[in-house]
């Protein structure tokens, strides 16, 4: 079975509407990223989590681990069509930050 | 700060043949880490290495093989080619310090078409 669990796969969004993309870990999450791909192309860093119940934003995006570190959530507000890409969560599940587990990806896209 | 670069960012090779790819991490990081990045399986933990070492290694066949410079400049080599190995080829860099406490930022990627 899949460690991380990334919901929904895929999600089709009106410019201007809020969303959230959930990770959940049936281990507990020492560190938790998340990271934005185009399609192809390298990921970008958004944010890490490390400790129970932090929250992170920046600009638009918020994200944060729940008390209990084994789930993740990550909100957009306000969706614009630049949002539009693959979000992945990844998990330090072994111990090590460099040795990354990663969920399969949620496909956003934003009709204008 | 430069990022993470990765060449080459295209390369089509053959079956049979063998390939190396290269990574140059963050100025002052430490750790580099491979992944591979196909449809089916998704973002697939290949190795970790720390000041020149090994760390960490993920499930993958011996033919897939890397390492790391005194620079912390890394590279990863595949031989005898497969179908099967197409892929996106991605480096991750890192301070490599204590758990917890690292950003991991990834670098373009390098896709391999194996003919």
């Known amino acids: 079975s899949q460690e991380l669990e990334q919901s929904p796969q895929s999600l089709i969004v009106q410019e201007g509407k809020n969303l959230t993309i959930n990770c959940t870990s049936s281990?507990?999450?020492?560190?938790l990223y998340w990271y934005k791909q185009k399609y192809g192309e390298g990921l970008i860093f958004l944010m890490m989590?490390?400790?129970?119940?932090e929250e992170k934003s920046h600009e638009k995006i918020t994200a944060k681990l729940d008390e209990k570190k084994q789930q993740s959530s990550l909100h957009i507000t306000a969706s614009q069509p630049s949002h539009a890409g693959i979000y992945l969560c990844?998990?330090?599940?072994?111990?090590?930050?460099?040795?990354?587990?990663f969920g399969k990806g949620t496909k956003l896209s934003v009709k204008p | 700060k430069a990022g993470v670069t990765q060449t080459p960012r295209y390369l089509i090779k053959t079956r049979g043949q063998q390939v190396t790819l290269s990574c140059s991490p963050i100025?002052?990081?430490?750790?580099v880490s491979w992944y591979q990045q196909t449809p089916g399986q998704g973002l697939q933990f290949l190795f970790e290495?720390?000041?020149?070492?090994?760390?960490n290694k993920g499930n993958f066949p011996g033919r897939f093989s890397g390492r790391q410079f005194s620079n912390s400049r890394s590279e990863m080599n595949v031989s005898t080619l497969e179908l099967g190995d197409s892929a996106l080829y991605l480096c991750?860099?890192?301070?490599?310090?204590?758990?917890?406490?690292?950003?991991?930022?990834f670098g373009p990627g390098t896709r391999l078409t194996v003919l």
């Open positions: 991750a860099s890192s301070g490599g310090l204590a758990l917890g406490s690292n950003e991991q930022f």
């Open positions: 281990k507990t999450l020492y560190g």
């Open positions: 989590l490390q400790k129970g119940g």
């Open positions: 990844g998990a330090a599940l072994g111990g090590s930050q460099g040795n990354l587990i």
């Open positions: 100025s002052g990081h430490r750790s």
């Open positions: 290495y720390f000041s020149e070492t090994q760390r």
